[in-house]
């Protein structure tokens, strides 16, 4: 029997330069969230499924064009990006004090649950016929975390961790020009000479 997972409704998605990983901070209900870390190693082997699933959407929209697939990358990066709405940002769990006397009060404490909070060590990547792309961060001996997303979603989620990859200074080579949705040189207006 597969053991059961928490469903993520919101995430949010920051790399910490103290931890050298991203953590992902998901929403299960309005009181309960999980921390997932997110080491370099393990988003270099998640990220180009991802993109290449949204590949897969291009080629099929632009008909086998490969020049036309670019071009729908490309127009749908740009539509996620403007549609990025910031939020606020999922708390994230506190632990419990070392320090502190051990509450045996049913429901006593707000501190998270140790087994809210892992370092991801697998994740599992799933396709639905529907256009939903599923990750589900296992974890060993408790219930894992599901983050399904559909293309716009995921493009959005990409958008942040690409951002915050470069910053991290991480190698960039596993993210294709269509990624970045920053204003390319070309792109900008060019200032006369005075």
């Given at each position: 029997?597969?053991?059961?997972?928490?469903?993520?409704?919101?995430?949010?998605?920051?790399?910490?330069?103290?931890?050298?990983?991203?953590?992902?901070?998901?929403?299960?209900?309005?009181?309960?969230?999980?921390?997932?870390?997110?080491?370099?190693?393990?988003?270099?082997?998640?990220?180009?499924?991802?993109?290449?699933?949204?590949?897969?959407?291009?080629?099929?929209?632009?008909?086998?064009?490969?020049?036309?697939?670019?071009?729908?990358?490309?127009?749908?990066?740009?539509?996620?990006?403007?549609?990025?709405?910031?939020?606020?940002?999922?708390?994230?769990?506190?632990?419990?004090?070392?320090?502190?006397?051990?509450?045996?009060?049913?429901?006593?404490?707000?501190?998270?649950?140790?087994?809210?909070?892992?370092?991801?060590?697998?994740?599992?990547?799933?396709?639905s016929t529907n256009g939903v792309l599923t990750l589900i961060f296992k974890r060993e001996g408790a219930n894992g975390a599901q983050l399904s997303m559909a293309p716009i979603e995921l493009r959005q989620w990409l958008i942040i961790l690409h951002s915050q990859w470069l910053q991290a200074g991480w190698p960039a080579a596993i993210w294709p020009e269509w990624v970045d949705t920053?204003?390319?040189?070309?792109?900008?207006?060019?200032?006369?000479?005075?």
């Amino acid at each position: 029997m597969p053991t059961p997972v928490d469903k993520l409704q919101r995430v949010t998605s920051i790399y910490s330069d103290t931890e050298d990983r991203f953590r992902v901070t998901g929403e299960v209900n309005a009181d309960s969230t999980r921390c997932l870390w997110l080491t370099q190693r393990l988003l270099m082997r998640l990220v180009p499924p991802m993109l290449e699933w949204l590949n897969e959407i291009a080629r099929a929209e632009g008909k086998g064009d490969r020049g036309q697939a670019e071009l729908m990358q490309d127009f749908a990066q740009q539509a996620a990006k403007a549609r990025l709405e910031p939020q606020a940002a999922v708390p994230v769990p506190s632990m419990p004090d070392p320090n502190a006397p051990i509450e045996t009060t049913p429901g006593a404490g707000a501190s998270a649950r140790l087994e809210d909070i892992w370092l991801v060590k697998e994740v599992d990547i799933s396709k639905s016929t529907n256009g939903v792309l599923t990750l589900i961060f296992k974890r060993e001996g408790a219930n894992g975390a599901q983050l399904s997303m559909a293309p716009i979603e995921l493009r959005q989620w990409l958008i942040i961790l690409h951002s915050q990859w470069l910053q991290a200074g991480w190698p960039a080579a596993i993210w294709p020009e269509w990624v970045d949705t920053s204003p390319k040189a070309s792109e900008q207006p060019i200032k006369g000479l005075h």
